[in-house]
């Protein structure tokens, strides 16, 4: 199988540790692609009609995106439990919880750099940490004993998202106000998939 991908994005990194925790890695090819919301690489919108990464290609059936379908199938390939049966809507709301917050940050990095500096809106990207930061925020207050709990594809999830944070935004300090979240991350930081998937220096 092939992985369209880009090692910056949260989403593919999203993909990329499922993988290693799945044990699919070594069944998987990554593929590097340079593509923005406002040129979409060939080779991603032939495969991926929203023209968006992770996609992932696959010798015997149609290209599966996006990183939530992608994570769902290799669990489903390794049979990993990663989507417990038993407190699935809590991994799937925790998981978007975590989607959400990335969508925001990424969508922070493209106004600042897709658009032209007088069409940059300040009050747009501050609405946009604003959903990361209530994200986080009901994370620090109503979600810390499922993520003590047994990893599943939201701990993984969120571990992206967060990494993306301190990749692009660090001066925003989200570990400022939320002690436990930081303490948390900083265990989930070691894991040996987040380990092997940094994003680029
Ligand atoms: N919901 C999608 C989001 C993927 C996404 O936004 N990927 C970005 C890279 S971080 C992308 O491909 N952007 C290109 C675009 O917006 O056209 C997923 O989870 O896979």
Redesign the pocket.
Known sequence: MELLS?A?????R??VVAAHETGLIDQITLRDVT????E?APE?ASANP?????TLIRPEGAAL????V?CRYLDSRADAGLYPENRLWEVLTLEATA?GAA?AA?LMV?ERRLRPEVQQSDGWIEAQWTKVTRALDAIESRWMSHLHGRKDMAHIALACTLGYLDFRHAPRNWRATRPELAAWYAKAAEWPSMQATPPPT
């Open positions: 880009a910056a994005s949260p989403f593919v999203m993909a593509t923005t919301a406002l979409t991603v929203v023209g968006k990464i992770p995106y996006d990183s939530r992608i989607h969508e990424v493209y």
